[in-house]
């Protein structure tokens, strides 16, 4: 629990050294439309960062369980190592896809263009 607490305060301080830097912007170019582009583009980053983050944990989280469970299944029956890791690297594969899949819905939220008319 403390390593987590840590990981986010630190995530939290990263964040706010960087906001500064990303929310900058030229006196001479500060228009409204532009400002609401740059505003867009920024929390677009911000949350396809976060979102490809999740997905990378959550499944990373998934393989360890799949790998370990398979680990003591083996090391339980040996016999059985055949059956348990095809259906171990069909799941790892499923599993897999899944990070896949968020990586294509975070492109495409990183790359659309609202402000196209």
């Not at 006196?27 to 979102?51: D, E, F, I, N, R």
């Not at 799949?66 to 069909?90: D, F, H, S, W, Y």
Request: contains cysteine; glycine residues 10%.
């Amino acid at each position: 629990m403390k390593k987590l607490i840590s990981v986010l305060i630190l995530a939290a301080v990263l964040l706010f050294m960087v906001a500064p830097a990303v929310f900058a912007a030229d006196a001479a170019a500060a228009a409204a439309p532009s400002t609401a582009k740059m505003t867009y583009y920024a929390l677009a980053a911000l949350g396809c960062a976060v979102g490809i983050g999740l997905a990378a944990l959550g499944t990373g989280i998934g393989q360890g369980h799949a790998v370990r469970g398979a680990c003591e299944g083996v090391a339980r029956n040996p016999g059985v190592q055949g059956k348990i890791m095809t259906v171990l690297i069909v799941g790892l594969a499923m599993i897999e896809s899944l990070a896949i899949y968020a990586l294509v819905v975070v492109l495409m939220l990183f790359f659309v263009n609202p402000f196209k008319i």
